[in-house]
T-cell receptor, first 111, second 117 residues
Framework: NAGVTQTPKFRVLKTGQSMTLLCAQD?????MYWYRQDPGMGLRLIHY???????AKGEVPDGYNVSRLKKQNFLLGLESAAPSQTSVYFC??????????FGPGTRLTVT | AQKITQTQPGMFVQEKEAVTLDCTYDTSDPSYGLFWYKQPSSGEMIFLIY??????QNATEGRYSLNFQKARKSANLVISASQLGDSAMYFCAMRDGRETSYDKVIFGPGTSLSVIP
């Protein structure tokens, strides 16, 4: 039982490159979330999903796209990376309960 | 709009002493919930405690308790008998809306706690 996993753990991109971050969960949770964490700003919600095939925008969605084709996976895409997207990205999941379960994070640097 | 404020960017506490981490929030929704998460230097987010807006009593979980003052819109975390392993970033967060909603959670900027031996 791996819980919530994120791939990759680290990545360095050049401005303009694209990439996809994968969040996978084996807890059969309905809700999944992508956050970014920047110094002094806590976690900010990028996009979220309330179930397979559904996605919605959070607080800071610009420059990101997401897909939830399978219940267990939530993909976060950067089509054209910018230095402002340098951050630590966290995926989280939850079911009908209150607690969110977080992945270990992905540290992304855009040069 | 919902907002979480944590006014203490950094705190120090002596080992075995108690410490209070401040959190104030703003929401117009009568139904909401408040969380505290711990993030050690290793980076993972660890859920500590939850308080619902309609809960009559303050939440407690082991050495963690939440001092919930609804009229003042504050939800301070109290850690009793601090341990060296308590050194970490602490985030206050708020869930707005009913429990059946998508549960959008907003986080505060965090407080860095250092426990001194």
């Amino acid at each position: 039982n791996a819980g919530v996993t994120q791939t990759p753990k680290f990545r360095v991109l050049k401005t303009g490159q694209s990439m996809t971050l994968l969040c996978a969960q084996d807890m059969n949770h309905e809700y999944m979330y992508w956050y970014r964490q920047d110094p002094g700003m806590g976690l900010r919600l990028i996009h979220y999903s309330v179930g397979e095939g559904t996605t919605a925008k959070g607080e800071v969605p610009d420059g990101y796209n997401v897909s939830r084709l399978k219940k267990q996976n939530f993909l976060l895409g950067l089509e054209s990376a910018a230095p402002s997207q340098t951050s630590v990205y966290f995926c989280a999941t939850k079911d009908r309960g209150l607690e969110q379960y977080f992945g270990p994070g992905t540290r992304l640097t855009v040069t | 709009a919902q907002k979480i404020t944590q006014t203490q960017p950094g705190m120090f506490v002596q080992e075995k002493e108690a410490v209070t981490l401040d959190c104030t929030y703003d929401t117009s929704d009568p139904s909401y919930g408040l969380f505290w998460y711990k993030q050690p230097s290793s980076g993972e987010m660890i859920f500590l405690i939850y308080q619902g807006s309609y809960d009559q009593q303050n939440a407690t979980e082991g050495r963690y308790s939440l001092n919930f003052q609804k009229a003042r819109k504050s939800a301070n975390l109290v850690i009793s008998a601090s341990q060296l392993g308590d050194s970490a970033m602490y985030f206050c967060a708020m869930r707005d809306g009913r429990e059946t909603s998508y549960d959008k959670v907003i986080f505060g900027p965090g407080t860095s706690l250092s426990v001194i031996p």
